[in-house]
């Protein structure tokens, strides 16, 4: 029984990381808003520029927040992170309660 609950969590292993990844790509971007920004405006010193970059931004989180709210978890096949019409970041699965680290307890 012991060794098939943790064959169970070695097959999520694959899935896991890639919702860990994917929430990395979604954090990062988030933090590099700001520094990007002031950057943006110290060298060029023009809003349109900084218009330019804050619409590829935007562009990039939309893609970010997609694919980390229809990341499926390997236990129950259902959005990670997505339940019903609702999107939180939790380290658990909204609906089976799969911890994100799961596979690596
Ligand atoms: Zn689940």
Redesign the pocket.
């Known amino acids: 029984m012991r060794q098939n609950i943790s064959e169970n969590q070695a097959d999520y292993k694959p899935m896991l990381a890639i919702i860990r990844r994917r929430r990395w790509y979604l954090w990062c971007l988030i933090l590099i808003y700001m520094p990007l920004a002031v950057t943006t405006l110290q060298t060029t010193q023009s809003y349109k520029a900084f218009g330019v970059v804050f619409a590829l931004w935007v562009i990039l989180l939309c893609i970010a927040v997609t694919l980390t709210a229809t990341a499926k ?6 959005n ?1 992170h997505m339940r019903h019409s609702t999107l939180s970041y939790l380290r658990k ?6 911890h994100i680290c799961a596979d690596k307890i």
């Open positions: 978890c390997p236990k129950c096949g259902n990670f699965c909204r609906h089976c309660g799969l």
